[in-house]
């Protein structure tokens, strides 16, 4: 059997005191430390250095230089990696609020929302989610209808509803109601389209007041071969109540081509008809919603 005296104050004494959790007999009693053998203390052994580190442990490339014996906290233990994950990749505790989820973090613990989107096509009440104080509105006029052409005149299709864009501060639990335009009716015949209605987004909560409204899209004309096809003007934005526009646009005119706007999406005006093909319908408005904080 080896045996090795430390001298007053020994690094493999530290060892067996603290990190094996067995105190050595030489740090606590002055007694001989054996290497290679359990060492027993009746009390906690420490190990100080007036200079540089106090204990160095070097185990082989396969073994854990340090084992301990239980699931405790070592309280103030300061390491450079963690699972083998550096400082770098570690994740901070986020402290940011997010109404609708976080998208992504940074390991700094800055985090970045997820833009929730609703969007309403039916006329409803909107509650505004917990967490939410900041929303974008987006509102869409419904189209106008097409009128049809025949002999001896011409016929243009709808205009497309106006669309805008409005920033509002809102109250988590806060109520809006939404009012989606309806879309004009298409002439049958020589008669007469009819106008797509506005979308409309009032505050519920006191006075009920207008926030924003796209009107909806004119109706299609007819009028004489002889003259100028008589395009229907679209419908105009309106801001108001405190919302903030960010943008807004007039409904595009519908044309003897064609109704005004993107034809198939909300807000589009009907295309004419002529010659036994029937004029067509405006497309309805819609309200999207979105949660920016």
């Given at each position: ?53 106090p204990l160095r442990l070097s185990g ?23 699972g083998g994950v550096g400082l770098a ?149 309106t801001v108001a109540g405190g919302a ?50």
């Amino acid at each position: 059997m080896v045996r090795k005296t430390l001298a007053g104050i020994g690094v493999v004494a530290l060892l067996a005191a603290t990190a094996l959790g067995v105190g050595a007999a030489g740090a606590a009693t002055g007694a001989s430390f054996l290497l290679g053998k359990v060492n027993r203390a009746p009390s906690t052994s420490a190990l100080i250095a007036k200079a540089g580190s106090p204990l160095r442990l070097s185990g082989s490339k396969t073994d854990p230089p340090l084992r301990v014996n239980s699931t405790v906290e070592v309280r103030r233990l300061n390491a450079a990696m963690v699972g083998g994950v550096g400082l770098a990749g570690l994740q901070r505790p986020i402290e940011s609020a997010c109404a609708t989820g976080i998208q992504s973090a940074t390991a700094s613990g800055v985090a970045t929302c997820s833009m929730l989107q609703d969007v309403i096509t039916t006329s409803t009440t909107w509650t505004v989610p917990t967490g939410a104080t900041e929303i974008d509105v987006t509102a869409v006029g419904a189209g106008g209808g097409g009128t049809v052409g025949g002999k001896g005149r011409i016929a243009s299709g709808g205009s497309a509803g106006a669309s805008l864009t409005a920033a509002l501060s809102v109250t988590p639990g806060e109520r809006l109601d939404v009012v989606i335009g309806k879309p004009g009716a298409a002439a049958s015949g020589s008669g007469s389209a009819s106008a797509g209605t506005a979308t409309v987004v009032y505050r519920e909560s006191g006075s009920g007041a207008m926030l924003l409204r796209a009107a909806g899209g004119n109706a299609g004309a007819a009028a004489s071969k002889r003259k100028a096809c008589p395009a229907s003007p679209g419908g105009e934005p309106t801001v108001a109540g405190g919302a903030v526009g960010l943008a807004a646009a007039v409904g595009s005119t519908g044309t003897c081509a064609a109704g005004g706007g993107a034809a198939g999406f909300p807000g589009a005006g009907g295309a004419p008809g002529e010659h036994g093909r029937p004029a067509a319908s405006g497309r309805p408005g819609v309200v999207v919603l979105t949660i920016v904080g």
